[in-house]
């Protein structure tokens, strides 16, 4: 019986959408989740959702780095595909009228669907928004006439393993997100 996820060392280049992965940056391993990107021109197709700040970068999660040629060839260490996300009822939110709604990492939902709002790291002179579907973990066009009717931004959630057997009490969350105050 195993209820620990299995871990795998592999190229960043190599990961594929949805997988919760440890990569390295500035000294430090990184966690965050992999989404696929196809319509940004990125030569792996592949981006990564920071869930944890950087080692010289506060305040970060939520944006997300594209895996450029330079870091396909770095080693992750993946911790598979095997977890969800959670939110609980008493998480704030906040409508589109609501400044908050912008916010980076925020889980937006419409009818059927639920999606993250990502900024790209690079700096905040950059506006490169992507719309990271959560059950597939790729990149969903979200620019007219694709705009989807986003009705509501849950600004506080959690990524929780998945296990073969039930746990009691359940794991910790291994990422939570929450916007600040």
Not at 19 to 36: C, T
Not at 85 to 114: I, K, M, Q
Not at 131 to 146: E, G, L, N, Y
Request: charge should be negative.
């Amino acid at each position: 019986m195993a209820i620990t996820p299995i871990l795998d060392a592999k190229l960043l280049g190599e990961m594929v959408p949805g997988e919760l992965i440890r990569f390295p940056a500035g000294g430090a391993m990184v966690l965050g989740i992999v989404a696929g990107c196809d319509h940004m021109g990125i030569a792996s197709g592949l981006v990564i959702v920071l869930l944890g700040d950087l080692p010289d970068q506060s305040g970060v999660v939520g944006r997300f780095l594209p895996i450029n040629e330079f870091m396909m060839s770095k080693t992750g260490l993946s911790y598979g595909r095997e977890h969800i996300v959670v939110v609980h009822p008493s998480a704030p939110a906040a409508e589109p009228s609501d400044e908050r709604f912008a916010t980076d990492g925020a889980l937006l939902v419409a009818a059927g669907a639920r999606a993250l709002r990502t900024r790209i790291l690079r700096d905040d002179l950059s506006d490169i928004l992507l719309t990271i579907d959560i059950d597939t973990w790729k990149a969903v066009r979200s620019a007219p006439p694709h705009r989807p009717p986003w009705r509501v931004a849950v600004l506080a959630w959690e990524i929780r393993l998945v296990t073969d057997v039930s746990i009691n009490p359940p794991l910790p969350p291994v990422a939570t997100f929450r916007t600040r105050d």
